[in-house]
């Protein structure tokens, strides 16, 4: 029987790859050849240029201990043990010293939120606290690789949603590679920056969750992410509109009203010459300085803003409440774009257009007019 057949992968630095598949599809497995846990029977694993396929039993246990943690679903922790001796297993093992051991491990306690929590003992703590020992411990070790298979599916959704939040935030800071198996969806279009779909241990397609949903590559895959929630995968970038109709501070007030009415907006976004955001002006405060010169920057209403990859899920809510358009800022605070209610509204609504393929596509950028305000 073939466990995985010519599956072939390349992960990148500092990104969380999500392997998925239903059970049986061989994502555990294609886990476990990753580091040798199963032996392939052929083909090759590249770790920095190195195949480890073709090292001896001693060099692999080294390339283990330098390049790999793995966190498990079933916790796997020393249940007589305390929270600090379950972390600092794996450093114990590396001949590290006792000072130092506790040292660095200080910092991946902080990492995962277990602090005041290390004299536990880890059998008298929640399923929730427990993987987070499992995932600190194999952090301690600094791994440049992280394995996590199925870490997260044996606890409660709300438990199960902070820990992928709080992966995140230690991602972040960390910047490891992660290679996360889950049969989760959601969960897979949360965290992953890639996403491998497997069935019956062959590769069926390989993207981002932009591109797993808007351009699947069969009819399994569309079954397989019909009814995702696309809020949770959109972002700011891809459901902003140009902003091409703008006003500059040294306008007029009558240049505003003048630009208001062949637009049709009822006001307008005020930005300099570097696109540098300052505020909006709407159509009654134009009028009121109507036979004025220009109008008093102190004026000008504040406006919220967004990251470009902030997910359109979070700015629903956002674009209800407001009037105002929400304004999309890149990383030097520049004005990339504008979003309303009714670019979200599109964006959404274009995911469950089908294109010429009978596909869903969210591939080319919504066309809506050009908001101003």
Known sequence: MIGVNNVSLSIDPGEIFVIMGLSGSGKSTVLRLINRLLEPSSGRIIIDGQDITQIGSKKLREVRRKNFGMVFQSFALIPHRTVFQNVEFGLEIQGVEKKERRARIMDVIEAVGLQGYGDLPVNQLSGGMQQRVGLARALAVDPEILLMDEAFSALDPIIRNQLQDDLLEIQERLNKTIV???????????????????????????????????????????????????????????????????????????????????????????????????????????????DQDNIDPSVYQPLETVAPDNVVRDLIQLAHEKRTPIIVLDERQRVLGVIDKSSILAALAQGDEEDETGQASLAEPVSAADIGG
Not at 206 to 214: D, K, R, S, W
Request: glycine fraction near 8%.
């Open 180 to 290: 996360f198996v889950s049969h989760d969806l959601d969960e897979a279009l949360k965290i992953g920056n890639h996403i491998a779909i497997l069935r019956d241990g062959e590769l069926i397609q390989v993207g981002t969750p932009q591109e797993i949903l808007g351009k699947p590559a069969d009819e399994y895959v569309s079954a397989f992410v019909q009814g995702a929630d696309r809020s949770k995968v959109l972002k700011a970038s891809e459901v902003m509109q140009t902003l091409r109709i703008s006003a500059h501070p040294k306008d007029a007030p009558r240049v505003l009203l003048k630009k208001m009415e062949r637009s049709g907006f009822n006001g307008l976004i005020v930005i300099d010459n570097s696109r540098h955001l300052l505020g909006y002006v709407d159509l009654d405060t134009a009028r009121q300085y109507r």
